[in-house]
Protein backbone atom coordinates (compact mmCIF):
# COMPACT_ATOMS: atom_id res chain seq x y z
CA UNK A 1 0.00 0.00 0.00
CA UNK A 2 1.31 3.44 -1.08
CA UNK A 3 2.72 5.71 1.56
CA UNK A 4 3.92 9.22 1.88
CA UNK A 5 5.76 10.54 4.90
CA UNK A 6 6.45 14.30 5.21
CA UNK A 7 9.90 15.23 7.24
CA UNK A 8 11.76 18.63 7.67
CA UNK A 9 12.42 21.11 10.41
CA UNK A 10 8.89 22.13 12.42
CA UNK A 11 10.19 25.74 12.37
CA UNK A 12 11.86 28.08 10.38
CA UNK A 13 13.15 31.84 10.74
CA UNK A 14 11.94 34.52 8.78
CA UNK A 15 13.86 35.46 5.39
CA UNK A 16 15.80 31.68 5.41
CA UNK A 17 14.76 28.87 3.03
CA UNK A 18 11.96 26.03 4.13
CA UNK A 19 13.29 22.38 3.25
CA UNK A 20 10.83 19.09 2.91
CA UNK A 21 10.95 16.09 1.99
CA UNK A 22 8.56 13.41 1.18
CA UNK A 23 9.41 9.82 1.59
CA UNK A 24 7.34 7.21 -0.71
CA UNK A 25 6.74 3.95 0.63
CA UNK A 26 5.14 1.33 -1.36
CA UNK A 27 5.60 2.11 -4.73
CA UNK A 28 7.87 3.76 -7.07
CA UNK A 29 8.43 7.68 -7.49
CA UNK A 30 9.78 6.59 -10.69
CA UNK A 31 6.70 5.54 -12.32
CA UNK A 32 5.39 6.95 -15.58
CA UNK A 33 1.77 7.33 -14.30
CA UNK A 34 2.18 9.58 -11.53
CA UNK A 35 3.82 12.89 -10.48
CA UNK A 36 4.63 14.19 -6.83
CA UNK A 37 3.15 17.56 -5.40
CA UNK A 38 3.07 19.55 -2.26
CA UNK A 39 0.19 21.19 -0.87
CA UNK A 40 -0.21 23.33 1.93
CA UNK A 41 -3.01 24.54 4.55
CA UNK A 42 -2.66 27.84 6.71
CA UNK A 43 -3.84 27.68 10.22
CA UNK A 44 -7.53 27.45 9.87
CA UNK A 45 -7.92 28.10 6.61
CA UNK A 46 -7.95 26.18 2.70
CA UNK A 47 -5.68 24.45 0.75
CA UNK A 48 -3.13 25.80 -1.89
CA UNK A 49 -1.48 24.10 -4.54
CA UNK A 50 2.41 24.86 -4.17
CA UNK A 51 3.87 22.56 -6.98
CA UNK A 52 4.82 19.28 -8.44
CA UNK A 53 7.49 17.38 -9.71
CA UNK A 54 7.50 14.39 -12.35
CA UNK A 55 10.21 12.02 -11.62
CA UNK A 56 12.21 12.78 -14.83
CA UNK A 57 12.68 16.10 -12.98
CA UNK A 58 9.61 18.36 -15.26
CA UNK A 59 8.14 20.97 -12.73
CA UNK A 60 4.78 23.08 -12.36
CA UNK A 61 4.68 25.52 -9.90
CA UNK A 62 1.68 27.65 -8.45
CA UNK A 63 2.60 31.08 -10.65
CA UNK A 64 2.33 32.90 -7.24
CA UNK A 65 4.83 30.55 -5.36
CA UNK A 66 7.32 30.14 -8.48
CA UNK A 67 9.79 32.44 -7.64
CA UNK A 68 10.45 31.17 -3.90
CA UNK A 69 9.91 27.33 -5.08
CA UNK A 70 12.40 24.90 -5.88
CA UNK A 71 11.47 21.13 -5.90
CA UNK A 72 13.41 17.92 -6.88
CA UNK A 73 13.37 14.02 -6.88
CA UNK A 74 15.72 11.66 -5.81
CA UNK A 75 14.61 8.43 -7.52
CA UNK A 76 17.45 6.36 -5.96
CA UNK A 77 15.82 7.25 -2.20
CA UNK A 78 12.29 6.94 -3.51
CA UNK A 79 12.04 10.77 -2.28
CA UNK A 80 11.04 14.33 -3.68
CA UNK A 81 12.13 17.19 -1.63
CA UNK A 82 10.57 21.01 -1.70
CA UNK A 83 12.41 24.13 -1.03
CA UNK A 84 10.76 27.85 -0.22
CA UNK A 85 12.88 30.84 0.10
CA UNK A 86 12.63 33.92 1.78
CA UNK A 87 9.51 32.64 3.98
CA UNK A 88 7.91 35.20 5.73
CA UNK A 89 5.24 34.12 9.00
CA UNK A 90 2.24 33.89 5.59
CA UNK A 91 4.13 31.00 5.20
CA UNK A 92 3.27 29.09 8.16
CA UNK A 93 1.06 25.79 7.07
CA UNK A 94 0.99 22.47 7.30
CA UNK A 95 2.38 21.27 4.29
CA UNK A 96 1.11 18.00 2.82
CA UNK A 97 2.94 16.05 0.17
CA UNK A 98 0.67 13.98 -1.99
CA UNK A 99 1.03 11.57 -5.23
CA UNK A 100 -1.20 13.08 -8.57
CA UNK A 101 -2.21 10.74 -11.57
CA UNK A 102 -1.07 12.12 -14.40
CA UNK A 103 -3.86 11.24 -16.72
CA UNK A 104 -6.85 11.75 -14.24
CA UNK A 105 -5.58 14.83 -12.28
CA UNK A 106 -6.76 13.23 -9.08
CA UNK A 107 -4.39 13.50 -5.71
CA UNK A 108 -5.05 10.19 -4.80
CA UNK A 109 -2.76 9.81 -1.51
CA UNK A 110 -1.86 11.95 0.89
CA UNK A 111 0.71 12.12 3.38
CA UNK A 112 -0.27 13.24 7.02
CA UNK A 113 0.71 16.48 6.78
CA UNK A 114 3.70 18.21 8.50
CA UNK A 115 3.56 21.60 10.47
CA UNK A 116 5.86 24.60 9.74
CA UNK A 117 6.27 27.62 11.70
CA UNK A 118 8.02 30.60 10.67
CA UNK A 119 9.29 32.36 13.26
CA UNK A 120 11.92 34.19 15.17
CA UNK B 1 -8.31 34.67 -2.73
CA UNK B 2 -8.87 30.89 -3.68
CA UNK B 3 -9.33 30.52 -7.38
CA UNK B 4 -12.60 28.45 -7.23
CA UNK B 5 -15.25 29.85 -5.44
CA UNK B 6 -17.74 27.44 -2.71
CA UNK B 7 -19.76 28.46 0.02
CA UNK B 8 -18.01 28.27 3.44
CA UNK B 9 -21.07 26.30 4.85
CA UNK B 10 -23.77 24.08 4.17
CA UNK B 11 -25.65 21.53 6.27
CA UNK B 12 -28.52 19.07 6.76
CA UNK B 13 -29.66 16.81 9.22
CA UNK B 14 -29.49 12.93 9.07
CA UNK B 15 -30.56 11.33 5.86
CA UNK B 16 -31.14 14.52 3.97
CA UNK B 17 -29.02 15.63 1.22
CA UNK B 18 -26.33 18.14 0.95
CA UNK B 19 -24.81 19.97 -2.27
CA UNK B 20 -22.01 22.04 -2.62
CA UNK B 21 -21.21 24.33 -5.32
CA UNK B 22 -17.86 24.94 -7.09
CA UNK B 23 -17.16 27.93 -9.56
CA UNK B 24 -14.35 28.63 -11.55
CA UNK B 25 -14.31 30.18 -15.04
CA UNK B 26 -13.17 28.29 -18.75
CA UNK B 27 -9.74 28.15 -17.85
CA UNK B 28 -9.98 25.48 -15.20
CA UNK B 29 -13.03 24.01 -14.48
CA UNK B 30 -15.33 24.90 -17.38
CA UNK B 31 -12.15 23.36 -19.80
CA UNK B 32 -11.42 20.11 -18.30
CA UNK B 33 -13.49 17.37 -16.86
CA UNK B 34 -10.40 17.33 -14.33
CA UNK B 35 -12.63 18.05 -10.96
CA UNK B 36 -11.75 16.32 -7.90
CA UNK B 37 -13.41 16.87 -4.65
CA UNK B 38 -11.78 16.02 -1.30
CA UNK B 39 -12.93 15.25 2.50
CA UNK B 40 -11.05 16.55 5.08
CA UNK B 41 -11.76 15.99 9.09
CA UNK B 42 -10.01 17.80 11.52
CA UNK B 43 -6.39 17.48 12.25
CA UNK B 44 -6.18 14.56 9.52
CA UNK B 45 -5.60 14.89 5.64
CA UNK B 46 -7.62 15.14 2.85
CA UNK B 47 -9.25 12.34 1.12
CA UNK B 48 -10.11 11.48 -2.30
CA UNK B 49 -14.11 11.59 -2.39
CA UNK B 50 -14.52 12.04 -6.28
CA UNK B 51 -12.42 12.79 -9.54
CA UNK B 52 -12.95 13.45 -12.91
CA UNK B 53 -16.01 15.36 -12.21
CA UNK B 54 -18.23 12.15 -11.15
CA UNK B 55 -16.10 8.84 -10.73
CA UNK B 56 -15.60 7.66 -7.55
CA UNK B 57 -12.59 5.39 -6.10
CA UNK B 58 -12.89 2.38 -4.77
CA UNK B 59 -14.22 2.61 -0.90
CA UNK B 60 -16.32 5.86 -1.34
CA UNK B 61 -20.15 5.31 -1.09
CA UNK B 62 -22.10 5.55 -3.33
CA UNK B 63 -24.17 8.25 -1.35
CA UNK B 64 -21.61 10.66 -2.71
CA UNK B 65 -21.39 12.39 -6.33
CA UNK B 66 -20.69 14.60 -8.71
CA UNK B 67 -21.70 16.49 -12.16
CA UNK B 68 -20.50 19.64 -13.57
CA UNK B 69 -22.67 22.01 -15.65
CA UNK B 70 -20.31 25.47 -17.93
CA UNK B 71 -18.02 26.36 -14.96
CA UNK B 72 -19.57 25.16 -11.87
CA UNK B 73 -19.03 21.79 -10.48
CA UNK B 74 -21.32 20.16 -7.69
CA UNK B 75 -20.96 17.36 -5.15
CA UNK B 76 -23.68 15.88 -3.51
CA UNK B 77 -23.97 14.17 -0.43
CA UNK B 78 -27.49 11.90 -0.30
CA UNK B 79 -28.79 10.29 2.72
CA UNK B 80 -26.05 12.60 5.16
CA UNK B 81 -24.17 10.75 8.04
CA UNK B 82 -23.12 11.85 11.02
CA UNK B 83 -19.43 10.73 9.90
CA UNK B 84 -20.07 12.81 7.01
CA UNK B 85 -19.52 16.53 8.96
CA UNK B 86 -16.17 17.37 7.17
CA UNK B 87 -14.79 20.30 5.17
CA UNK B 88 -15.05 19.78 1.34
CA UNK B 89 -12.98 21.16 -0.94
CA UNK B 90 -12.81 20.74 -4.84
CA UNK B 91 -9.94 20.93 -7.25
CA UNK B 92 -9.62 21.75 -10.45
CA UNK B 93 -7.04 21.28 -13.46
CA UNK B 94 -5.97 25.02 -15.00
CA UNK B 95 -3.79 23.82 -17.91
CA UNK B 96 -0.05 23.26 -17.72
CA UNK B 97 0.56 26.54 -15.86
CA UNK B 98 -1.50 26.58 -13.43
CA UNK B 99 -1.82 23.38 -13.41
CA UNK B 100 -3.99 22.65 -10.16
CA UNK B 101 -6.31 25.57 -8.26
CA UNK B 102 -8.15 24.40 -5.22
CA UNK B 103 -11.29 26.04 -4.16
CA UNK B 104 -11.53 27.77 -0.60
CA UNK B 105 -13.13 24.68 1.09
CA UNK B 106 -17.11 24.26 2.93
CA UNK B 107 -17.74 23.52 5.64
CA UNK B 108 -20.84 20.69 5.95
CA UNK B 109 -22.45 20.18 9.26
CA UNK B 110 -24.88 17.25 10.03
CA UNK B 111 -27.98 19.37 11.80
Known amino acids: QLQLQESGPGLVKPSETLSLTCTVS??????????WGWIRQPPGKGLEWIGS???????YYNPSLKSRVTTSVDTSKNQFSLKLSSVTAADTAVYFC????????????WGQGTLVTVSS | QSALTQPPSASGSPGQSVTISCTGTSSDVGGYDFVSWYQQHPGKAPKLMIY???KRPSGVPDRFSGSKSGNTASLTVSGLQAEDEADYYCSSYAGSNNFVVFGGGTKVTVL
Open chain 1, 53 to 59: IYYSGST
Open chain 2, 52 to 54: EVT
Open chain 1, 98 to 109: ARLGMSTKKLDC
Open chain 1, 26 to 35: GGSISSSSYC
